[in-house]
């Protein structure tokens, strides 16, 4: 069986696969669904469901070689003010929509990069956010952070609008990865910024780290992790770099010589998991790992984690409103993304619409493979008996084609054991390869995704 795993393993690892931060998959959306329709899908929330909300900043002050992210570069603020004007429009159209259906849960910032608004800005958008949607007294705030932008302002600034988790990136520390994917950043300086925060009352801490970059190897790849261990982050996140040029054209700066291979990834990977499970963190779901005590491995333990477009998560809302271009909404319906272009988006937002681009309506189907999905992303198992009291007849069906890949893989990407579906601990690392096979549109697919591992 080890020698079968092995090959399989290898096969593997060059295979191109979602990342399944949703499903369907973002390239499965379709235009057909329009605002109209998520007015209506607005129109059913009920006072008490708890909501999410993502607010999409789509500018940066240098552009990451390495990014995949929706994100412009602009060295001027003007078009980041204009932005903002809309972003405050939109806040208060969808706060209209919603009419004081929903209580806020948790918020996130993201991008791009949030942390290159001024700090009136960011008060400015806490104070909107609270004026058009009602807030849990316990609700989260957190923020994606570029240390390189933060200052005593901007720090002060996100402080007082509520913030309760800071994401640092770091990718790697080593100087000559950094000038490769022109993300140049100090230990010192991501130590200050860790340490700032802290000062102001934020209880967690998340480091993001990147393996699979240009120049890379299993040495620097260790020393990173130690180094970001020294900062006992309360979470990490350790992400494959994603080399889609095809899709972010920017990416082409990196020359793919510098790239390691698939099999050097993969000991990339899995030597930086060892030492950061060695200092005391549990590993949870595929790339993300936290202290015992943290929420996320508590969720965990509980079988409630969850994934969605910023990863795992212990939110459990059911309903998560995206702001801001590009940005993806979550309703029990169905997902639907905003107009990517900041431009377009503007115009759509200042006339007082919704800036809906596209979308998908989740029949039963696709509600139960995207159930069988998350639970293999987030616990490597699925229960047969769940399934079917789940989702009947459509559940069935899908326990069917658990089986026949259990017997045509022989155990090694998924067996049953007892009432679960398991994916074997020697094939964890390709649970995205796994999740593919209850993907029925990525057969019919032309998207183009990164690598499995």
Request: net charge neutral; charged share 25%; proline share 4%.
């Amino acid at each position: 069986m080890q020698q079968r795993s092995s090959k399989a393993l290898a096969k593997s690892l060059a295979e191109n696969v979602p990342r399944y931060t949703s499903y369907p998959t973002a390239p499965h959306f379709h235009p057909g669904l329009d605002a109209i329709v998520v007015r209506g899908w607005m129109e059913t929330l009920e006072g008490d469901d708890e909501i999410s909300l993502y607010l999409h900043i789509p500018y940066c002050d240098r552009l990451c070689w390495f990014c995949a992210c929706h994100t412009k570069q602009t060295l001027h603020y003007a078009p980041v003010a204009t932005f903002l004007r809309s972003l405050h429009r939109e806040i208060e159209t969808v706060g209209g929509l919603v009419g004081g259906r929903g209580m806020v849960r948790a918020v996130h910032f993201g991008g791009g990069s949030p942390t290159m608004l001024r700090p009136d800005d960011i008060l400015a958008l806490g104070k909107a956010l609270r004026d058009r949607f009602d807030f849990l007294d316990d609700a989260s705030l957190s923020v994606e952070i570029d240390p390189n932008d933060m200052d005593e302002g901007r720090l002060d600034a996100f402080a007082a609008i509520g913030m309760t988790r800071a994401s640092l990136g770091v990718q790697d520390f080593d100087p000559k990865v950094q000038k490769a994917i022109n993300r140049e950043q100090s230990f010192a300086l991501t130590k200050s910024i860790v340490d700032a925060v802290r000062a102001r009352g934020v209880t967690s801490v998340n480091l993001d780290l990147l393996y699979g970059l240009p120049h890379q190897t299993l040495e620097s790849v260790a020393a990173t992790v130690a180094q970001a261990l020294t900062l006992t982050p309360d979470r990490l996140a350790l992400f494959g770099y994603a080399h889609v040029p095809w899709f972010k054209k920017h990416q082409t700066m990196i020359d793919e010589a510098w790239l390691p291979d698939s099999a050097a990834r993969l000991a990339q990977s899995q030597l930086a998991a060892r030492l950061i499970v060695d200092a005391g963190y549990e590993a949870l779901g595929l790339d993300h790992f936290a202290k015992p005590q943290d929420s996320l491995a508590v969720a965990a333990h509980g079988g409630k984690i969850r994934r969605n477009f910023q990863g795992y998560t212990e939110d459990r809302c059911e309903t998560l409103i995206g702001l801001g271009p590009s940005s993806i909404s979550r309703y029990r319906q169905g997902y639907a993304q905003n107009i990517v272009a900041t431009g377009e988006y503007e115009r759509a937002v200042d006339s007082g619409q919704l800036a809906i681009a596209r979308g998908i309506k989740l029949s039963v189907d696709d509600q139960a493979r995207g159930w069988v999905i998350e639970r293999l992303m987030c616990q490597f198992a699925f229960s047969a008996v769940d399934l079917v009291d789940r989702f009947g007849a459509v559940g069935q069906k899908l326990l069917c084609e658990a089986s026949r890949l259990a017997i045509s893989s022989q155990g090694e990407l998924l067996r049953l054991e007892g009432e679960n579906f398991v994916v074997p601990e020697e094939s964890r690392p390709l649970v995205r390869t796994v999740a593919a096979k209850f993907d029925k549109y990525l057969r019919n697919g032309s998207a183009r995704h990164s690598v499995a591992v």
